[in-house]
């Protein structure tokens, strides 16, 4: 055999070898797929089990605290979780008829409370905020033993109130003033923490502050914890009851305002009404002087009137810089000659038929738009109480004794 036939012969026993080798090559790749996606399916198949049973646990746990709510509270407490999933601890709150409570010198008139229709709709129920909101993932909560979430203006409390999901919103002007007045035909008026970290009607009533301080003591932050109160800070005397509606911080309310002294609200309890479209009643806070000058001093008190005669300070002009007024009682405030009073603004405790009702004090700047605060916060002494409306404060202001209550139609 030639040395070129010796060649050809072993190139060719190579290529036999090569090709041998690559056919070994692609079986083993391809059983080393197949094993890999043996692998991969039984991994993700076993994720999805775990994913399927963790959701389920996690429903399992969020209705069973919600049943366990309701179970202790007799249904008149539950558990809302929110788009955020944070849990929100709700005052149920049912409708009644304004006639039951009794109330006749109030001169309220007869029908369902407005803070019970939407949009001419009655509804059974309404779901308030037990507590203050508080700071949480992605938002805020509504839970005990919590420190207020403060230092929020209008605007973000009402978006953080209607970022938790559909018919979630800020506490209405109507929704407060309901309560109110069940407390106060059922003799249930609330006290709080109106005098740093105690009432100033029984001091031996306190609650833990937000700096440990002593109560009473006019130093520091006195804002106390959320529901840590006696049951007598509750709108019903009862530990199921709505909390800290007076004293300890401010609350923002939604659908009122005031726009240049002229007091506008929604005719019912409908958040879904655009603020344009608020009704504007013919009433208005009047001055007894039409001082502009000092700065934002005391210039007298409020008067309820068809017009504004005497104005504190320039037209649209939504700052603090000029005076505003105010009365230790709102139920107080005189009415001009020739007054028309009105019904839905006393079913709202704007206006009143006689100081002997719910108290508070009243605040107001007849200039600019001014929004809602309702209640009183710890250094308020006399003049907090489920009556105070504090008028003074445009959208953009934020203090760190203002918060927010959600609510919730369901």
């Not at 506490?171 to 003799?187: D, F, K, P, T, V």
């Not at 105070?388 to 404060?393: I, V």
Request: proline letters at 4%; glycine letters at 10%; hydrophobic letters at 35%.
């Amino acid at each position: 055999m030639s040395i070129e036939q010796k060649i050809a012969e072993l190139q060719q026993v190579s290529a036999e070898q090569t090709a041998a080798s690559q056919a070994v090559v692609q079986e083993v790749s391809g059983k080393m797929a197949a094993i890999d996606k043996k692998t991969n399916d039984s991994i993700a198949k076993v994720e999805s089990t775990y994913d399927q049973k963790a959701n389920g646990l996690t429903i399992i746990a969020t209705d069973g605290y919600r049943k366990a709510v309701e179970h202790n509270s007799g249904g008149r407490n539950t558990v809302i979780y929110d788009a955020q999933g944070n849990p929100n601890i709700m005052c149920v709150i049912p409708s009644f008829n304004i006639e039951d409570l009794g109330l006749t010198e109030l001169d309220l008139g007869t029908g369902v409370h407005p803070a019970f229709v939407t949009n001419g709709a009655p509804r059974g129920e309404i779901l308030v905020g037990k507590y203050l909101a508080s700071s949480a993932a992605g938002g805020s909560a509504v839970i005990g033993g919590a420190q207020p979430r403060t230092s929020v203006d209008y605007d973000t409390a009402k978006q953080l109130c209607t970022q938790k999901g559909d018919n979630w919103h800020l506490m209405s002007i109507h929704e407060w003033a309901a309560i109110a007045l069940w407390s106060l035909a059922n003799g249930t008026v609330s006290r709080g923490n109106t005098n740093y970290g105690r009432s100033h009607e029984a001091s031996w009533e306190t609650a833990r502050r937000d700096d440990n301080g002593l109560p009473g003591d006019t130093s520091g932050t006195a804002r106390t914890d959320t529901g840590k109160g006696p049951a007598t800070w509750n709108h019903d005397h009862t530990e199921l009851g709505v909390c800290d509606l007076v004293g300890n911080v401010w609350e923002w309310i939604d659908q009122m305002k005031l726009d240049d002294g002229q007091i506008l609200t929604t005719l019912d309890n409908n958040p879904a009404v655009a603020e344009a479209n608020w009704h504007r009643h013919p009433v208005y806070f009047d001055s007894t002087s039409d001082n502009q000058s000092g700065g934002n001093v005391y210039i007298g008190s409020p008067v309820l009137s068809n017009s504004v005669t005497k104005r504190n300070g320039p037209a649209d002009d939504d700052s603090n810089d000029y005076p505003y007024m105010d009365n230790p009682h709102f139920a107080a405030i005189t009415k001009s000659a020739g007054y028309t009073p009105n019904e839905l603004l006393r079913r709202l405790l704007i206006e009143s038929a006689t100081t002997t009702t719910v108290g508070g004090g009243l605040w107001c700047c007849n200039y600019g738009d001014r929004f809602p605060l309702h209640g009183g916060y710890w250094g308020d002494g006399s003049v907090a109480g489920l009556g105070a409306l504090n008028l003074n404060y445009a959208r953009w202001n934020s203090f760190f004794n203002v918060g927010f209550r959600p609510a919730l139609f369901v």
